[in-house]
């Protein structure tokens, strides 16, 4: 069983920035990990991931604005993101496969003047 924590998520205007982290409670072991998001009244829907080869994959919607790291040393994951936008509001929720998938529970991110 793997515990992932996130946080960081928090207001911000638009064109502003916020770190998000995920900390699992274990020494990586994943094949693929990640982050989804959840808008209100719609399906959660993939942000961006990365495999345990290192390659990573973005959601069109974010490209070239949020960047996926981690810091093996610390079994933390991260989102980078940049030039919010209102849209980006959203639950995010840490992804982590193993042997299943594991959720996190969620930090809210709201973009808003």
């Known amino acids: 069983q793997v515990q992932l924590v996130e946080s960081g998520g928090g207001s911000v205007q638009p064109g502003g920035s916020l770190r998000l982290s995920c900390a699992a409670s274990e020494r990586f072991s994943f094949n693929v990990m990640g982050w989804y998001r959840q808008a209100p009244g719609k399906e959660r829907v993939h942000v961006a991931h990365?495999?345990?080869?290192?390659?990573?994959r973005y959601a069109d919607s974010v490209k070239g604005r949020f960047t996926i790291s981690g810091d093996i040393a610390k079994n933390t994951m991260y989102l980078q993101m940049n030039s919010l936008k209102p849209e980006d509001t959203a639950v995010y929720y840490c992804w982590y496969v193993k042997d299943r998938p594991y959720w996190g529970q969620g930090t809210q991110v709201t973009v808003s003047s």
């Open positions: 990365i495999t345990d080869s290192g390659f990573t």
